[in-house]
């Protein structure tokens, strides 16, 4: 009766631009999209932007977008000859400086990097391909031993597992795209490089309420400070991708079941990104591997999966699309799933709308209601709802379109825009027309209802009422 429960994320790129396969994603799944600037000219990006909000109109629901900012990206300096060969067990000189390298000295333009590395720490070269550990240190030079070799070129990245990085989340690119991307009119950013709750405070200063903040989990620095980081945020993502260089590659399952037991405690929207079906950047069906790393993230009770080269600049975009699509409808066809939900669940905080919002769901569950309504212009009160995974999804009706468009990316949730409510009888005869034009519930069917009184007022969610539909 309702949508598919778990969301699915589509990067932007020159595969999805045209106006009709523009559409036809939306047609064939996507909820929400990501405009990656870490690519891409700032006129790109405001075409895209156009188009999705054309697109919103003739697919007549929401459409959340969210800007990814680039973040730092720490890289070797240049060498004289372009390159050096790093043979295991050598030991090569490291020092803050943007004078070329040469044959076993490497110069790193960040002296905030070397002022930060103890012995024992590790560097991962060009993603992982080769590998350091810092074996002395003596002020502003660093000896080191190859523990991996290969050849070194020109500005290829650096990643420390081992350490924080003293560097700011946001550099002064990522600063002047967040200016641009939020007077686009986004509905979240996506925070690269984040470490610490800090991080997420610092961009909270210059976001404001105007977006909202999806915290990328890319660093091990952030997995130990994982709860306090997803508190300050609106919605985090497991970034399997540079977390798959800083940690070894067995404990990236791992990190991300914590991550999202982290974010579905909290009641924050949790997406699962990078590879998830990467075959099909070329290949028009995904590797079974693929299928069960997505059917993976959405047993774990993940909001959102992501495709990022696959609807970017794949050869299949739409169809990468209708496949996810059906790998997780299959695993929300199974009782098994429905079975390991609540294990999962942390129990709610000891507040009158958590209370609520539980009350909602064992309703629901008990009498069979075909969906729950919850009235909220945050999108507060269906953020809870979701929390608990009523099986029968739930409808976020908000007088706010930037508040629809963020809940796409909430769990379950399908969000509508309706006038603003005065009164029990309009809260009743909103939720009644809801449900039936998105062909949720009809006569005879029950519907819970769930809002705060006085109407109109944030965070007062108190009141809960069943429907029988006429």
């Not at 589509?10 to 994603?25: H, I, K, N």
């Not at 590797?287 to 993976?296: L, P």
């Amino acid at each position: 009766m309702h949508s598919r429960d778990c969301k699915i994320v589509a990067t932007m790129g020159p595969a999805s631009d045209p106006p009709e396969r523009l559409l036809m994603l939306l047609q064939v799944g996507v909820d929400c999209f990501r405009l990656n600037f870490s690519h891409g000219a700032r006129e790109d990006h405001a075409r895209r932007m156009a188009s999705i909000r054309e697109a919103e109109t003739k697919i007549g629901r929401p459409v959340g977008v969210f800007a990814d900012l680039q973040g730092p990206k720490i890289r070797v300096g240049m060498f004289k000859d372009g390159q050096i060969t790093l043979k295991y067990g050598e030991i090569v000189t490291l020092e803050g400086s943007n004078e070329p390298g040469e044959q076993g000295v490497i110069r790193l333009p960040h002296p905030e990097l070397v002022g930060a590395l103890e012995v024992g720490d590790i560097l991962k070269l060009d993603d992982g391909k080769m590998q350091l550990t810092v074996t002395e240190c003596t002020g502003a030079l660093l000896k080191a031993r190859v523990d991996f070799g290969g050849v070194l070129k020109n500005q290829k990245g650096v990643n420390v597992p081992t350490r924080r990085i003293p560097i700011s989340a946001l550099t002064d690119k990522d600063k002047d795209d967040l200016k641009y991307a939020l007077e686009l009119g986004v509905d979240y950013i996506a925070l690269s490089f984040v470490q610490h709750p800090d991080d997420v405070k610092e961009a909270r200063e210059l976001i404001g309420d105007r977006a909202g903040i999806i915290s990328k989990i890319e660093k091990p620095s952030a997995l130990t400070e994982i709860e306090q980081i997803v508190e300050v945020s609106d919605a985090v993502m497991v970034a399997r991708g540079d977390l798959g260089v800083e940690l070894p590659p067995e404990q990236v399952p791992i990190a991300q079941r914590k991550i999202i037991r982290a974010a579905r405690a909290a009641g924050r929207p949790v997406i699962v990104a990078t590879h998830m079906l990467e075959s099909m950047v070329d290949a028009p069906t995904p590797t079974r591997a693929e299928a069960s790393d997505v059917a993976t993230a959405v047993y774990q009770g993940a909001d959102a999966v992501m495709l990022s080269a696959e609807s970017a600049v794949g050869r299949h975009p739409q169809s990468a699309v209708a496949i996810m699509d059906r790998i997780i409808r299959a695993v929300e066809d199974d009782a098994e799933y429905w079975a390991s939900l609540p294990r999962d669940m942390t129990p709610p905080q000891a507040t009158t709308a958590d209370a609520i919002a539980l009350s909602a769901r064992n309703i629901a569950d008990v009498i069979g209601c075909s969906a729950v309504v919850a009235f909220s212009a945050t999108g507060s009160t269906a953020y809870r709802v979701a929390r608990e995974r009523p099986r029968c999804g739930v409808i976020g009706l908000t007088p706010v379109l930037a508040t629809a468009r963020r809940l796409t990316l909430v769990w379950g949730t399908r969000a509508k825009v309706t006038d603003d409510i005065h009164s029990v009888e309009e809260m009743v005869d909103r939720a009644d027309a809801a449900v039936r034009a998105l062909g949720v519930a009809g006569p005879g069917d029950r519907v819970a209802i769930i809002a705060g009184i006085p109407f109109g007022r944030a965070g007062k969610t108190n009141t809960i009422r069943v429907l029988r539909l006429e």
